[in-house]
């Protein structure tokens, strides 16, 4: 019989500190992915990273598992990139540029640098134990250091090793609160010898069990709803969003887990019907974060005759036709590392952030037409009309905040780079034209993408004139007949502002007999209008529109 009870009493005991380190590695894991993932998203910002260090000192006050210091070791210069890394690679040293702690203070300046042979042993680890990047400190056997590599995206599409934040914890965060366990359990035991299997039994397997199971539960679910709320790439979506409802008791902890697993379904049912950048920001109880001026890229999207096509379908079938282009848009707006802003019947907003906004944007417009084209082409083939649509993409400051009732609000964007997107997105229909940008996203594409002047117009509503430009295709080594195509236009749409007619004419018609161009149609019958009503000779070439 006490056979039997030591060995349940160890037996719990042992499960305990299982437990226990799960709980702790969860919270090392999670302070090294989510350091890592602050310095990409502020891009190595001191001050924004300081912030954040300051939030993470207060908390760590208050929690289970205090951590003794968070470390970001970066170096710049380097250029190794995660794909491509081998075990030839030679990593360099890393040193110490950030830290929890005053950097000055520190006295073993093997602290201060991760050395190319610590490097390459940190990175094995990560690699072989993704799930549990734990390992032991040679200089000091009472910490244990939690790492993860810290990587930037480029524009090839792979992810630039630069260093690694590292999360120190002593090893008696886990021994302390086990051997005291451990003292009260076997005191116990000795105290209340005769009635201590029954008091172990009930408390263990309906009590702390499940617990420890559900408090673990949680924590992963918290984990899982973090990382969607702070990752930069996050996909968020509900399938993203798991809670495990494994407590077997019929008892409160069970209907406690139901209830939270209920709760969870609620916000899994939530999502889809809520922008990510509103779930990023409604948590901020500061008016300041709330409101702000943020440099944006919007792009929008309308679907052509989409008023025709609903009068000739039934509302079933034009709710489902609508819900599967708008999916296909957001999937690729979302893997562009863009954010559905707002539906608008057909109408799509999105805008994207970051250093390469105009970039990403653009490369989700060519990625909608493909897509969009081989849509086409099925309905086509199965006798049904075509559904197309026009993209217009603008690049600027803008006034991004809460907007709405006290009782019901959105975040969202306001200011004329926001008025202008959807305007060049109407543009398309006067141009006959798929995606128009403007002039200031033109220059901020790095001559990524082959795109041609389409002309310098004014929208309606403002007095202004801008350059826009249509995006012919992403710059590789098969854009030579769109280069042709694109000078033709250009030396004719140069001929058109200067008035000479002739000329400008000869150039528009090589592009509607070579390329088929519906545009130099609209050029051609600007210049017919133009020799029987000559404008004046200051004429500065500006197209006024008058519809939105």
């Known amino acids: 019989m006490l056979s039997v009870l030591f060995s349940l009493v160890f037996g719990i005991l042992y499960r305990y500190r299982h437990l226990l380190s799960i709980s702790i590695n969860d919270a090392g894991r999670t302070h090294a992915a989510q350091t890592a993932n602050i310095f990409y998203t502020t891009e190595g910002n001191d001050r924004l990273i300081h912030s954040f260090f300051a939030f993470r000192k207060v908390a760590n006050e208050k929690t289970n598992f205090p951590f003794n210091r968070i470390d970001i070791f970066h170096e710049k210069s380097s250029v190794i990139y995660m794909e491509d890394i081998s075990n030839t690679t030679v990593f360099p040293a890393y040193p110490l540029t950030h830290s929890t702690e005053d950097i000055s203070s520190i006295k073993d300046k093997r602290e201060m640098v991760i050395s190319p042979e610590k490097a390459r042993k940190y990175y094995n680890h990560y690699i072989l134990n993704s799930r549990n ?80 199971i559900l408090r673990t539960n949680v924590r992963n679910m918290s984990i899982l709803l973090s990382r969607m709320l702070t990752s930069k790439n996050a996909n968020i979506t509900p399938e993203n969003l798991i809670f495990t409802n494994s407590i077997e008791t019929n008892d409160e902890i069970k209907d406690l887990s139901n209830e939270i697993d209920n709760m969870v379904s609620v916000i899994r049912g939530i999502i889809p019907y809520i922008s990510v950048s509103t779930l990023r920001n409604a948590g901020s109880n500061s008016e300041n974060t709330k409101t702000k001026v943020r440099d944006l890229a919007f792009l ?10 609903c009068e000739k379908s039934n509302p079933k079938d034009v709710v489902s036709i609508l819900n599967y282009y708008l999916d296909l848009e957001t ?47 099925k309905r086509l083939k199965k006798g049904k009309p075509v559904i197309s649509l026009g993209i217009g993409i603008n690049s600027g400051k803008v006034i991004f905040g809460s907007v709405g009732a006290r009782t019901r609000m959105d975040f969202t964007s306001i200011g004329d780079a926001v008025n202008l997107g959807a305007r060049l997105e109407s543009a398309n229909k006067i141009y006959m034209t798929k995606t128009i940008i403007s002039e200031i996203v033109y220059n901020r594409l790095n001559d990524a993408f082959i795109c041609r002047e389409l002309d310098f117009i004014v ?11 249509e995006i012919l295709q992403k710059k590789n080594k098969y854009s030579n007949k769109a280069i042709a195509f694109k000078e033709k236009f250009e030396k004719g749409l140069a001929y058109y502002r200067k008035q000479q007619w002739n000329e400008a004419e000869n150039f528009f018609v090589m592009c509607t ?25 200051d004429w500065d070439g500006v197209f006024k529109m008058t519809v939105k």
């Open 133 to 212: 990047p734990v390992l032991n400190d040679e200089n000091n056997k009472d910490i244990t250091k939690y790492i993860w590599p810290i990587t930037i995206p480029e524009e090839n599409g792979k992810n630039r090793f630069v260093g690694f934040s590292v999360v120190t914890f002593n090893k008696d965060i886990l021994s302390s609160p086990y051997i005291q366990t451990v003292i009260t359990t076997l005191t116990l035991l000795i105290i209340f010898l005769h009635i201590s299997i029954l008091l172990i039994f009930l408390v263990a397997n309906y009590m702390i069990t499940p617990l420890l």
């Open 300 to 309: 929008f999207t309308d679907i052509r005759d989409f008023t025709a096509l």
């Open 331 to 377: 999937k690729i707006i979302l893997n562009n590392n863009g954010d559905i802003d707002k539906f608008v019947g057909d109408e799509m907003m999105a805008f994207f952030s970051g250093p390469r906004k105009e970039q990403n944007a653009c490369n989700a417009a060519i990625q909608i037409c493909k897509v969009m084209e081989q849509e086409s082409k």
């Open 459 to 469: 929208v309606k509503g403002k007095e202004e004139p801008v350059r826009i430009y």
């Open 513 to 537: 007999d070579q390329y088929n161009d519906k545009t130099s149609y609209i050029f051609l019958e600007r210049i017919e209008y133009f020799r029987l009503n000559p404008p004046p000779q």
